[in-house]
């Protein structure tokens, strides 16, 4: 593939006499520092790209590492949070056993005369003078 200089100085483009040739160099040299500026120029934006890139992972992999550690704290919260409500479920069903405990214990005393006497009855046949 012709650069564009080499097309500059092939016919019809080149020019003739001394003045042609100087024109056709002139002209050669500024393509060759535009394609050098053009090169340059896209080294440059690769650089910049990729500079570009990198920057912008980091920022990616700060948030993460901040959202992250905010969901932790989230999350231990929200564990208090379960556990004090896990201590008052237990806490209340303790409370509701005891106390579910305590009206046995009174229906049974309030029972236990009627339950004797009719064991009794069973055991030693009815008691005269009721």
């Given at each position: 593939?012709?650069?564009?200089?080499?097309t500059w100085l092939s016919p019809p483009f080149r020019r003739a006499?001394?003045?042609?040739e100087s024109l056709a160099k002139e002209t050669m040299q500024a393509?060759?520092?535009?394609?050098?500026?053009?090169?340059?120029?896209?080294?440059?934006?690769?650089?910049?790209?990729?500079?570009?890139?990198?920057?912008?992972?980091?920022?990616?992999?700060?948030?993460?590492?901040?959202?992250?550690?905010e969901a932790a704290k989230r999350v231990n919260v929200l564990v208090?949070?379960?556990?004090?409500?896990?201590?008052?479920?237990?806490?209340?069903?303790?409370?509701?056993?005891?106390?579910?405990?305590?009206?046995?214990?009174?229906?049974?005393?309030?029972?236990?005369?009627?339950?004797?006497?009719?064991?009794?009855?069973?055991?030693?046949?009815?008691?005269?003078?009721?």
């Open positions: 593939m012709n650069s564009y200089a080499e006499g001394a003045g042609g393509v060759s520092n535009a394609e050098e500026q053009a090169h340059r120029i896209l080294r440059e934006a690769e650089l910049e790209r990729d500079r570009l890139l990198a920057e912008a992972e980091d920022q990616a992999k700060s948030l993460r590492a901040g959202a992250e550690k208090g949070v379960a556990k004090a409500d896990g201590e008052k479920l237990q806490a209340k069903a303790a409370q509701d056993t005891r106390e579910e405990q305590e009206a046995l214990r009174q229906r049974a005393a309030q029972v236990y005369p009627q339950a004797e006497a009719l064991v009794r009855e069973i055991l030693f046949g009815p008691v005269e003078g009721r």
